[in-house]
């Protein structure tokens, strides 16, 4: 067990820690203990370059500002989508940003707020957060898994990110389970985002629905979208599970044992025996992570067995924001 | 580009590089440039349990120890299979040793030789060589994998290796690039070492021979194992390739292929984008690694696309022995 490890901080004193995301730039103030004491959000206007991001970004850090002295603001973290070079501060083709390529974020935002600033990419950030405050803290090292609409993550190693010689380490969702299988939205077979990120479980389990033979008991996720298969989502599969239904069951089951797949091949390279999964995903009921570590333990080596776990994670939405903080922290 | 180091040395000093295969173990003095300057080898007696092993690795390296004074020997490096703990010595579960489970190799060579004795895993070991005399010399970070009758490997990061929090980490072989399947040595289904590994060639080879239909020029593979398809082996297929022929060069292109499946998976993790190529099949022709290079590039992430190369190993048989001594150079 990692005792919990509390920052040497002065009094008052605090961090601000940014997530960037595609539709929202969100900030808190966040203390030597990683707790927020305060939040602020705005949109990030990803559509309209990197100049607007940067105003919705000190937007948001001025607003916090107002109400705490910046005199007590040790710095600025801040989480991004893309490949992050965390030395230079310059951020890489974040997906879903317009007329970004490559920006030098950090000294963006240093021109307008005299602070330090510090950038790491958001899915490494929120593996810190994890590490540092929350399921991964009794962890050394472990894989961060952000199971949501994609699968992304981040290594953490001795207590620190891993972002590879490039920036771009922790790509777990791009590892393929299937060299001729489904068509990644990257342009690679077999992916398992393309397996398990939310919408291939949605329109999985509107197919299924769609085209299994009438009779039966009906599938729960039926009556709890009131019949319109449009509004199948996980979490309306999740429930479904939670009452035991079962098509939502093998859903989920079959995704975990799937990620387990892209696991063990991860652990076997990296010899990294713990997984902490986030994410929307994560709030499922405990036996897709089960089903999770079942696969990981079925398929690993047998002199990596030892230690296998999966935990689920524990910051949930904020840790982007602690893991942004913690950059600094 | 990195410049070649030499270790600072004095003059006739020299370190015994150990190479413990499941068949013989090799060992060499080899000099600060990272030269051999003589060899000496055993049987392993893998089969008769550790003290035996033991008593023939002390055998090469007395034997070595006659002709170089002992005065001018800085230590023992050993490169051996198995999951190796670097830091005390402990060699857990080699395959292919009898009786072995967990042993403390380091202190057991070190109670008859007076000499400092550092070990690591033997991929590990020919990782290093290539990272500092061999083809890795211009890369700060690669893959080194070794694909012969298993498929093995190292990773180096920053010119050092890594072996991650149990020692066990550089199992390429152990990717999964397709989860359905064929099964594994490992127990696992769909690990590359399963479609790649010598044996595998040469039985799919056979396999192909032995259905087609008559008709057409026959391959020269039939002819350069004059009719004997047990003949078979990768070094028949790759001079047949050489020579043009089409099924050998189809087989190999698609275990190019198929190789880099596994590393574009292992790259979008770790964000390293060179693999040196050592091992037995290392020396197939050039098309093979270019297949596996046009692999890799067609299914990496975009982001790390930049820089990929699949280069050939430079040292061959000789890497175990230099990389074990670079242990301790």
Known sequence: M???????????AFVIGVDLGATTVKAGVVDGTGAILAQASADAAASKGPDAVVRQITGVINELLTKHPIADCLGIGI??????????GVV????NFTDWGEYDLAAAIRSSVSLTVVIANDANAAAMAEAHYGAGKDFKDFLFVIWGTGVGGGIILDRKIYA?????????????IDYRGRLCGCGNRGCIESYIGQRYLSDRTREIL????RGGAPSK?????????????????AR???QGDTLAREIFAEAGDLLGVALA????VIDVRVAVIGGGISAAPDFVLNAVEASVKARILTPHKAGVRIVRASLGNTAGIIGAAALIL
């Open 2 to 12: 990692v005792e919990r490890e509390e920052t040497m901080m002065r009094p008052g």
């Open 79 to 88: 989480g991004s989508p893309g490949v992050v070079s965390s030395e230079d």
């Open 92 to 95: 890489r083709h974040p997906p």
């Open 164 to 176: 590879g010689p490039y920036g771009g380490a922790g790509e777990i969702g791009h590892v393929t």
């Open 210 to 213: 769609e085209t299994r033979p």
């Open 221 to 237: 996720i039926i009556e709890l979208v009131g019949g319109d298969l449009r509004k199948i989502e996980p979490v309306i599969i």
């Open 240 to 242: 479904a599970a939670q």
């Open 265 to 268: 091949s991860v652990m076997n």
